[in-house]
T-cell receptor, first 112, second 115 residues
Framework: DQQVKQNSPSLSVQEGRISILNCDYT??????FLWYKKYPAEGPTFLIS?????DKNEDGRFTVFLNKSAKHLSLHIVPSQPGDSAVYFC???????????FGPGTRLSVLP | GAGVSQSPRYKVAKRGQDVALRCDPI?????LFWYQQALGQGPEFLTY????????KSGLPSDRFFAERPEGSVSTLKIQRTQQEDSAVYLC?????????????FGPGTRLLVL
């Protein structure tokens, strides 16, 4: 049973528009969340994080929103750029734990 | 300096062969993690080291999998008597401290194919 779900395997967005990637989780013990970006043949690269004490964190073009009651988080990229085309993983860590549980990823394609 | 490095980048093994995968974490990083990533899936946790101590190996799928980090730096993941279901990308990650919330920095992975 997947504890972290990314129900959209892929997403296509026009350059300059907003990309919204969604993530749902089932474990209420998760208290820290990360988004990673992965290019082919490379390891995942950290993008942005959010703690459960916050509902929003922003870093440049990237904003992560957390809705704890719905056990849902989303990553907004605006404006989207062709270089953003990659697979995006949502990851969650349980309170007191060390390792992260990853979702299956969403492949984002930003079309020029 | 450099990021996390892993070797080899690609490994083809015959079923039943033993393999050893190496991870060089970022210098000074206390924590080291191994993950397995199957095709089309996210990384799945295998094991975690704090310095040389293996504090969590709950994700290792069988006793054919063994990991070590004898001097608290380089780590080796060994898979004995490889099976076809072991085919995956094996990712290593390190983080600076052992505290929760630390960002993990990933290596490029070793792609293992068992024939």
């Amino acid at each position: 049973d997947q504890q972290v779900k990314q129900n959209s395997p892929s997403l296509s967005v026009q350059e300059g528009r907003i990309s919204i990637l969604n993530c749902d989780y089932t474990n209420s013990m998760f208290d820290y969340f990360l988004w990673y970006k992965k290019y082919p043949a490379e390891g995942p690269t950290f993008l942005i994080s959010i703690s459960s004490i916050k509902d929003k964190n922003e870093d440049g073009r990237f904003t992560v929103f957390l809705n704890k009651s719905a056990k849902h988080l989303s990553l907004h990229i605006v404006p989207s750029q062709p270089g953003d085309s990659a697979v995006y993983f949502c990851a969650a860590r349980p309170r007191g734990g060390q390792n992260f549980v990853f979702g299956p990823g969403t492949r984002l394609s930003v079309l020029p | 300096g450099a990021g996390v490095s892993q070797s080899p980048r690609y490994k083809v093994a015959k079923r039943g062969q033993d393999v050893a995968l190496r991870c060089d974490p970022i210098s000074g990083h206390v924590s080291l993690f191994w993950y397995q990533q199957a095709l089309g899936q996210g990384p799945e946790f295998l094991t975690y080291f704090q310095n040389e101590a293996q504090l969590d190996k709950s994700g290792l799928p069988s006793d054919r999998f063994f990991a070590e980090r004898p001097e608290g730096s380089v780590s080796t993941l060994k898979i004995q008597r490889t099976q076809q279901e072991d085919s995956a990308v094996y990712l290593c990650a390190s983080s600076f401290t052992s505290g929760g919330g630390e960002t993990q920095y990933f290596g490029p992975g070793t792609r293992l194919l068992v024939l």
